[in-house]
């Protein structure tokens, strides 16, 4: 071995017979301080194996100088003789940089792939592929970019490539909405060599006044002794854990909490120095108070000073939960008021606490700050008026930015765009929710890709990552679990990855197709063989007809496009009917009827009827190409029992969708038989057997289905089998059921 160059050992186990001579070497070389990096040495091992399953005898060097114009000797020497050579350099490396591209420009975070110029070097290898990658993060992108190529069948050694590679948005964050009160979600991506590997260069950890002690500010507020404090201490043992694996990965740490947030102690020790008071007399923190401004910048002084490394806060105002930090009482800074402001508005009290934030967060510590504008459908998170007065009471810093959700309100389908995106004088991010609480929560098929690239196709102005980083949207951050309450509780998390996956692609190339992104999701996640087109398109049409029959089976889209709930704002636009676990909102609230109640006379009831079925038609085509799919895979191997739980999903969705559109469809048959004097016979058979049908389905969901390995925990019905006892009655000649004033919404 010539100087220069240190070899490493192998760990890459060729496809080639090793007995014939002719075995293909591929060769990757990098900087010698790279060694010891976990990241990228895991990148080089994707790499590698990708490599070595193409055949190639696989070797790995270090490179301590630029000799041969950037290539570590050792590829110089005609002994060796690579077939093919991986060179991973800086992007700053100009010398090595102009070999591959000219002068691309590479931005942070990004790389450039390129086969070397022959001309360029004195006895080459067959070839050469350059990567010069941004920062430590950008190169490790880089690998992984290749391993994919090959895997994908996009590219192999001998053929040309060339490409510039750059993420749309600069943050790309990951984080996750537990439960309150809940043990943490089981997930991928609680490892953060999971979040780098996918192309996100961040997380956010939960952890602001539940892990401070308040010792510099008063010992009181958390006693030496007491169960708050070993609350508070576990806490933050084993935040500072993630702090550190995650700093390890590269990525950046932002501390994510509600304000107003505060030990409950406080309450009662500072009384009215801290207090306001609800419509009801309840006491709660006051936005405007002096001492609570103090106790907001205590703790972010403390969380700052404990936890030195992280990149930035996070704080949602329009939500408080303190179920999980029992040692904290806390408010949206909204609430109450209080005798110093009493003429305060609800903007008023929202900048008070913001400012407060800013000044210490950005200005006294030089930290990033985002602040989530989440709030209620008339709140400035949804209208641009409302944003513009409460954005205009705050001064802009670069390290400042407010995060707005992808759809107007919340995650519900027949949202617009929030029309919020690029307004205002701040920096903006956009947030996403990988497993919607309001859609199955990833229990079953439902693909979001298409949805998050391009916005809804059922209202306008629609819009999805491209609309909103045209509108000058930086940073972008997902959900990958949570959001909502209870479950379902999850099994296999396999259709929340797939969103997950394509979110990271689009963070980087919002033009890409996100059918194709599924079907890549395929190939690398699942098994399927790239040349196997004829599985990749089954799997790409149970993406397409997921995305359909969700739509159809969970909103009543007739319903909803008359604006009949909260004026047409996308909030709540069917009622909720459905929501995380639950169909039905009351054991006493008819669901069916309390729609029925407003198509009658809209005339959307058929609509309606037709709508409920073609989200049945879909479903079964959906199962139908999964058993074909699955058909033409192997019976047995690595995948073959996570294709089983995944059909098992498909079935469960199977059953949920059975329940509820059946479940519709005979209640609204059987509405409209009892409105045409109950004359009409073939109305009265078909709402029976749609009942029936919709009743064995629900004995399915929860009793074959939920005891399928690899499914969700079931879902909880309310409303419903009351409904249909009492529309049976109805058809056997009793009496029509009383309205009722639940299910749509009301």
Known sequence: MLAGAVALAMGFASTANRAQEAVPRATIAFQQDRRDDGPFQRAVDAAGSELAKLGYDVHVVTMDGVECRGIAPELCDAAAKPDIAIIVNDAEDT??????????????????????????????PAMQLRIAGEGPRGVIYALHDVARRICLRQWRPGQWLGAVCNPAFSTRLVSFHDNPGE??????????????????NGVIFHGLAGVCLYDGYDKRLIPEGSEARAQVLAAREKLAAKI????????????????????????????????????SAAPCFSAGKPKTLELIRATLEEVLATFPDIDGIQVRTGEVYTESEPMLAGNNPTSGSDELHPDWTEHDKLASVISTIRDVVCVEHGKRYNQRAWGYWSSAHSVPERWLDLAGRIEPSPLLTFSFKQPKTDYWRWNTLNPNFGVGPHGQWAEFEMAREYEGKGAFPSYLGRYLAQGPTEVAPAGGVRAIRDAGVTGAWCWVRGGGWHGPYLQNETWV???????????????????????EFAVLELGVPADRTDLLDRFERIQRLSEEAVLKARYIGPFIAKGHLKGGSGWTPDGNWSRDDQIGVADDTLPAQAFWRFMKDDGTVPDAIAEKEQALAAWAQLMAE?????????????????????YDTARYGDTWMRTVCHHFIGCWKAWQWHSGERKDTALHDEA???????????????????????????????????????????????????????????
């Open 688 to 746: 029976l057997e749609h009942l029936r049908l919709s009743e064995a389905a629900w004995a399915e969901h929860v009793g074959e289905v939920a005891a399928l390995p690899g499914v969700a925990s079931p879902y909880e019905e309310h409303g419903f089998s009351q409904e249909r006892e009492a529309v049976r009655a109805m058809l056997a000649g009793g009496p029509a059921p009383r309205p009722n004033h639940g299910g749509g919404g009301r």
């Open 183 to 200: 043990a943490p979600f089981e997930s991928r991506y609680r490892d953060p060599a999971a979040v780098l590997d996918a192309g996100f």
């Open 497 to 519: 990855l797939l969103n997950t996956f394509a979110f990271a692609r689009l963070l980087w190339d919002p033009d890409a197709d996100p059918w194709e992104l599924a079907r």
């Open 244 to 279: 550190k694996a995650a700093k390890a990965e590269h990525l950046m740490v932002f501390l994510n909490g509600d304000e107003i947030a505060l030990p409950a102690s406080a309450l009662a020790l500072y009384g009215a120095d801290v207090m306001a008071l609800t419509k």
């Open 95 to 124: 010398d090595f940089g102009g070999t591959i591209m000219g002068e691309p420009e590479v931005a942070a975070d990004g790389y450039s792939l390129g086969v070397a110029e022959r001309h360029t070097l004195s006895e080459p």
């Open 626 to 646: 999964f058993e074909a799919l699955r058909a033409g895979l192997p019976a047995e191997g690595e995948h073959a029992e996570q294709w089983l739980e995944l």
